[in-house]
Each structure stands twice: as structure tokens, then as C-alpha cells.
């Protein structure tokens, strides 16, 4: 019924395309294979943050030019129905002439089946509050180049704490 896009680096998109609750901004967004939360301690500790605002206006700089991200973790699921159990129920009693139910073998009807897949979605702006990842700011090819480099690190990092020696 319904897929969750499959991304497999990352895409650039309209937060609110992408979902509802999303920024109207355009937004850095990856796959996260990893448990809820795990950006969020990712980001808490690596900017030092202590746990205060987080998700929203992270400050980071590019070539002493301060820049401002905020990020949102975002579930999607995938949505399907099973119909064949009971389809191959009513197939299998009439080739062997049975009048049981087939929901007696195949034990049910058809049944809703919801996979979770998560994403991380950021957004960039600078100090005017402009976006920076629209197609037409100039400092886009940079904070590109800043945010793959940040996913790679994420993915890549188990233990946190070691960021602080990083840095």
C-alpha cells in the first residue's frame, strides 16, 4: 500500500514534501540505521550541548561564518497487506476437496503489516535565518560538503565520547 523511499546516500528535498511536520526549508535527508535517538546524542555530544536546545539552532561554523542547524528525526512506514495466507487457504482446501475454513489453516485474514524505516532530516540557515540548502544561496556547495561530512561521522561513530577527543 505504501513504501518509504529507499535513499541511499542522501537527497535534498522540501521539508514539508518530504513530511508534514517537517520546516517549509529545504532539508539534508538520510536513512538512519540506527536506534531512535542515536543522532540526538550524536549532536549532543560532539557540540557539546549538555542536553539544551538540541534539535534546533546547533551552531556550527564554516570558514569562521556561523551557520545554524536543526534536525528532526523522522519515522516512515511501510504499509502492506497480507493477502496471500489466506488466498493459498481457500486454493489448498479446494484442491483437496476440504470444506474447512481456510482461516482454520492459514489461522487468520489478511493482516495489516507495518514496518518502521527512520530518517534524518536537517535544515541549514545562516545568520539571517536565510535557507542555505536552497538551490540558490551561495553558501550551499559548502554546507553540503559540512553535512555529508557530519552523516559520514555519524554512521561511522559508535562511541561518542571519542568525538570530544576529535575536536
Known sequence: MRVSPNIEDYKIAKG????RGLTKHQVFIFEDPKDESEFYNYV???YQLYN??????VPFF?????????????EKNDKSIDILSPTLGVVANRAIGSSDNPSDLFNEEPQLRVEGNYYIAISVTDDDGKDCLDKNSLSRPLVLNYLRALKKEYLATHNYNELLFKN
Not at 16 to 19: A, D, T
Not at 52 to 57: A, R
Open 62 to 74: 564554516i570558514n569562521d561564518v556561523p551557520y545554524y542547524f536543526s534536525f528532526y528525526e523522522v
Open 44 to 46: 549532543d555530544v560532539k
Open 52 to 57: 539544551i536546545d538540541v534539535f534546533y539552532n
Open 16 to 19: 514539508k514534501s518530504f513530511n
